[in-house]
């Protein structure tokens, strides 16, 4: 008889057959994600050390060359020494999360899912937008830049507020966040507040990651993702902001592979300003994000089903242009990007516009350059209460 775990990613990919997503798993067969999530189902087992942090989260501590990601058939083509040098990277970073009661050394933090938690990820990205600008229930302010195909982005960064807001119930979720893209293929990364996914009402750092339009995956449930760092995990609930305005500073960018006379590369998330590496993305999960990015966004989104009062974004107050102030208002600044001829110089982005899909509702404003401390600025905020839209 079929154990509870084997009905259950059966399930799972059953909702993604029938969605045409298995089209595209980052190169992985449908057997090899169904293998994908029993791991991460059972990734108990294999745990070193198990952590648990705060009042619900448990982190299982997993030897770093046995994680899931390294599955992918991209990771299996690649040396050790190449896998040697990332784990040398990540080891290196001690500056946040766990504080020295995490991990043991060699093993990296992955938090614990249950059945429940993979099939609630599932539905979740059902409903989240693959394309922003028509997307019932959901409702954006934000700066991007133009698509232009011949545009080549090698990265891009900012500062994020990371703010506690309240009144976001049930499949509802709030994000801060910023996203590099090419065509239909998008790395996300930023702070939310998402109860379907976490179930609970707690500002987290996560990334989302779409793959020809047709694939969507949240944090470490994305075939090919390898965490590096030993200490800070994607899921990780940020504390004792204190009701205050404070950020931190999120990059996506190329990280060449270090290995001799190659132009491999791997998409690379990093936090603060130490610029620590949290973890990678093989490029050949993707279709045209495989080679560059060509258009980016900073800023604000929330989701609320249609017959619930969308939420605050972030204070509820709605900035204006001619009156804005960083005490009020979600922001994020140090907004830069790296193009091609910059070479992985971040500089202030070009041929930008402003989105807000509810300007009524939520705003956004583009300070500018503010000065060397602030440098590329945007406030993003709004009260919510749209509904049936």
Same mark, same amino acid.
């Given at each position: 008889?079929?154990?509870?775990?084997?009905?259950?990613?059966?399930?799972?990919?059953?909702?993604?057959?029938?969605?045409?997503?298995?089209?595209?798993?980052?190169?992985?067969?449908?057997?090899?994600?169904?293998?994908?999530?029993?791991?991460?189902?059972?990734?108990?087992?294999? &745990?070193?050390?198990?952590?648990?942090?705060?009042?619900?989260?448990?982190?299982?501590?997993?030897?770093?060359?046995?994680? #899931?990601?390294?599955?992918?058939?991209?990771?299996? +083509?690649?040396?050790?020494?190449?896998?040697?040098?990332?784990?040398? $990277?990540?080891?290196?970073?001690?500056?946040?999360?766990?504080?020295?009661?995490?991990?043991?050394?060699?093993?990296?933090?992955? *938090? =614990?899912?249950?059945?429940?938690?993979?099939? =609630?990820?599932?539905?979740?990205?059902?409903?989240?937008?693959? +394309?922003?600008?028509?997307? %019932?229930?959901?409702?954006?302010?934000?700066? *991007?830049?133009?698509?232009? %195909?011949?545009?080549?982005?090698?990265?891009? $960064?900012?500062?994020?507020?990371?703010? +506690?807001?309240?009144?976001?119930?049930?499949?509802?979720? *709030?994000?801060?966040?910023?996203?590099?893209?090419?065509?239909?293929? !998008?790395?996300?990364?930023?702070?939310?507040?998402?109860?379907?996914?976490?179930?609970?009402?707690?500002?987290?750092?996560?990334?989302?990651?779409?793959?020809?339009?047709?694939?969507?995956?949240?944090?470490?449930?994305?075939?090919?993702?390898?965490?590096? !760092?030993?200490?800070?995990?994607?899921?990780?609930?940020?504390?004792?902001?204190?009701?205050?305005?404070?950020?931190?500073?999120? =990059?996506?960018?190329?990280?060449?592979?270090?290995?001799?006379?190659?132009?491999?590369?791997?998409?690379?998330?990093?936090?603060?300003?130490?610029?620590?590496?949290?973890?990678?993305?093989? #490029?050949?999960?993707?279709?045209?994000?495989?080679?560059?990015?060509?258009?980016?966004?900073?800023?604000? $989104?929330?989701?609320?089903?249609?017959?619930?009062?969308?939420?605050?974004?972030?204070?509820?107050?709605? %900035?204006?242009?001619?009156?804005?102030?960083?005490?009020?208002?979600?922001?994020?600044?140090?907004? &830069?990007?790296?193009?091609?001829?910059?070479?992985?110089?971040?500089?202030? #982005?070009?041929?930008?516009?402003?989105? &807000?899909?509810?300007?009524?509702?939520?705003?956004?404003?583009?300070?500018?350059?503010?000065?060397?401390?602030?440098? =590329?600025?945007?406030?993003?905020?709004?009260?919510?209460?749209?509904?049936?839209?």
């Amino acid at each position: 008889m079929a154990s509870r775990v084997d009905i259950v990613v059966i399930f799972l990919c059953f909702i993604l057959v029938c969605n045409n997503l298995v089209e595209a798993n980052g190169g992985l067969s449908t057997q090899e994600v169904l293998e994908f999530k029993k791991q991460f189902i059972n990734i108990k087992k294999f &745990a070193i050390k198990s952590i648990q942090i705060g009042d619900g989260d448990i982190y299982d501590c997993i030897d770093f060359y046995k994680q #899931p990601g390294f599955n992918h058939p991209f990771w299996k +083509n690649t040396t050790f020494e190449m896998k040697q040098k990332l784990f040398v $990277e990540g080891m290196r970073n001690k500056d946040l999360g766990f504080k020295g009661v995490g991990c043991p050394y060699g093993t990296v933090p992955i *938090r =614990r899912v249950n059945e429940d938690d993979l099939i =609630r990820a599932t539905i979740l990205s059902k409903i989240h937008p693959s +394309n922003i600008d028509d997307e %019932p229930g959901h409702h954006y302010a934000i700066l *991007r830049t133009k698509a232009y %195909p011949e545009r080549k982005l090698d990265g891009i $960064e900012s500062y994020i507020s990371l703010l +506690n807001p309240t009144g976001i119930i049930g499949s509802q979720y *709030r994000a801060f966040q910023l996203t590099i893209s090419n065509g239909l293929d !998008s790395i996300k990364t930023g702070f939310t507040v998402n109860p379907l996914l976490f179930k609970d009402n707690k500002t987290r750092l996560f990334t989302h990651v779409t793959i020809g339009g047709r694939t969507q995956c949240f944090n470490q449930d994305c075939p090919g993702y390898v965490q590096v !760092s030993s200490e800070i995990p994607l899921g990780w609930t940020f504390l004792n902001t204190d009701g205050k305005n404070y950020s931190e500073k999120l =990059r996506i960018s190329k990280e060449m592979s270090g290995e001799p006379n190659s132009t491999k590369f791997l998409w690379t998330l990093y936090i603060t300003e130490q610029n620590s590496i949290i973890g990678f993305w093989p #490029p050949t999960l993707f279709e045209k994000l495989s080679e560059f990015g060509n258009q980016a966004n900073w800023g604000g $989104e929330v989701y609320s089903p249609l017959d619930q009062p969308s939420p605050p974004m972030g204070t509820g107050i709605l %900035p204006q242009t001619w009156s804005w102030n960083t005490d009020y208002s979600a922001l994020s600044w140090w907004i &830069a990007c790296a193009y091609e001829n910059t070479k992985f110089n971040f500089v202030s #982005p070009i041929d930008t516009e402003l989105y &807000a899909s509810d300007p009524q509702t939520y705003n956004v404003v583009d300070a500018g350059y503010e000065d060397d401390v602030w440098k =590329r600025l945007i406030l993003y905020d709004g009260p919510g209460g749209i509904k049936g839209t």
